[in-house]
């Protein structure tokens, strides 16, 4: 089924304006989308898809949610939500004050067997490992001991050349 072309209601060089404004490149493409059709460079959904390299069924998309909504509904890019943490907040609000006391955590281990013995919570240590470094900000960085084979650097054999350039030759 063909469906007309939408009129597009912003100005060219205001489209313009906003897609060099635009750091994100998935809203940049949408908006590049609106001046291709107000600029009259193409005609057909296939001839704008073929232009900015994306599928005809996805222009189409685009094009509905700006007859629906306008320009605000176009640029609305939805987020998948994620699954909920399996902590509850009040851990992770302890955990939060934990990280930032001074003394704090020497490793994701002891902050894994804190929250087992403050909450008598049970849980992975990878749930305490993600939760403290993606959802926390938290960096426990330590220095990694150097390795067993590793020599201190050579002591030197030959003694420094003399600046003047009159060593003794033996």
């Given at each position: ?11 060219a ?10 750091s ?25 898809a ?6 005809r ?32 907040a009040?851990?992770?609000a ?13 490793s ?5 067997r ?9 849980t ?6 993600y ?9 426990l ?10 020599s201190p ?10 600046p ?7």
């Amino acid at each position: 089924m063909k469906q007309a072309m939408p009129a597009v209601w912003e100005e060219a060089s205001q489209l313009r304006k906003l897609m060099q404004q635009q750091s994100d490149s998935r809203l940049r493409t949408r908006l590049h989308l609106l001046y291709l059709l107000r600029t009259d460079v193409v005609t057909t959904r296939a001839q704008a898809a073929q232009l900015l390299g994306i599928g005809r069924n996805t222009v189409g998309q685009w094009l509905h949610q700006y007859e629906r909504g306008g320009l605000q509904a176009l640029l609305a890019v939805g987020h998948a939500p994620g699954q909920a943490s399996s902590l509850p907040a009040a851990v992770i609000a302890g955990m939060r004050a934990k990280l930032a006391a001074p003394s704090g955590c020497a490793s994701f281990h002891e902050l894994w067997r804190w929250v087992e013995q403050t909450y008598h919570l049970q849980t992975t240590y990878f749930v305490i490992w993600y939760t403290a470094t993606h959802v926390l900000g938290a960096r426990l960085a330590v220095a990694r001991p150097t390795h067993i084979k590793k020599s201190p650097p050579p002591k030197r054999v030959f003694a420094p050349r003399s600046p003047t350039g009159s060593a003794k030759r033996c």
